[in-house]
């Protein structure tokens, strides 16, 4: 079979040439497609806005909002604001704005995009859940080992010695060296 040059397809600019809508006497550009680029930003920014950076949860209700931002902020030539309140209210408060991008939108690249977004989300959900889970290991793994090496380090000892040594250390009469040496000549029998 032979291969065809993808030149004779023409580019892409006729395929992301801004359509312009109508909205409250506005006139909105809004992009069919994006870019190669844009449309790794879009992904990105929408995955990372799911998750709080500080706790390292995923937050969900911040998904469809991280959504609707990104489809305004990198299809149109909407200038959003920088209060996150103000560009809430903006997003939600305007249904049919944004009905009409998503109408121009490629549905295809769209879909991909949301895809991408919810696997993306998924794999970044599990890891933080198998790396949780490591982490339990690893503390009850050095739990187990510092119960072994005290159980260890404190065979032979009877219980009143072991109850005169603690009421000791309570009470800050312990003397460092008389601890040591009883500690050796118990150990030692």
């Known amino acids: 079979m032979s291969k065809v040059n993808a030149a004779v397809f023409g580019n892409s600019e006729s395929y992301s040439k801004p359509k312009t809508i109508e909205y409250h006497r506005a006139r909105v550009e809004v992009k069919p497609a994006l870019s190669y680029p844009e449309m790794l930003a879009f992904v990105d920014f929408v995955v990372d806005a799911c998750f709080d950076k500080e706790m ?33 209210d903006i ?7 944004f009905h009409k991008i998503i109408g121009v939108i490629n549905d295809a690249q769209f879909n991909a995009m949301a895809d991408a977004i919810d696997k993306k989300i998924d794999a970044l959900v599990e890891a933080n859940a198998n790396e949780i889970l490591q982490n339990m290991n690893a503390l009850y793994n050095t739990v187990i080992g510092l119960v072994d090496m005290f159980n260890k380090q404190f065979e032979g000892i009877d219980e009143d010695d072991l109850k005169k040594m603690v009421n000791a250390i309570a009470n800050s009469n312990l003397d460092e060296t008389k601890f040591v040496e009883s500690y050796m000549d118990n150990k030692n029998k």
């Open 91 to 97: 997003v939600y408060g305007n249904e049919e704005l």
């Open 56 to 88: 390292g949860t995923y937050r969900p209700e911040l998904c469809d909002f991280a959504i609707r931002y990104a489809v305004i902020e990198m299809y149109t030539n909407i200038e959003l604001p920088e209060d996150d309140s103000d560009r809430y």
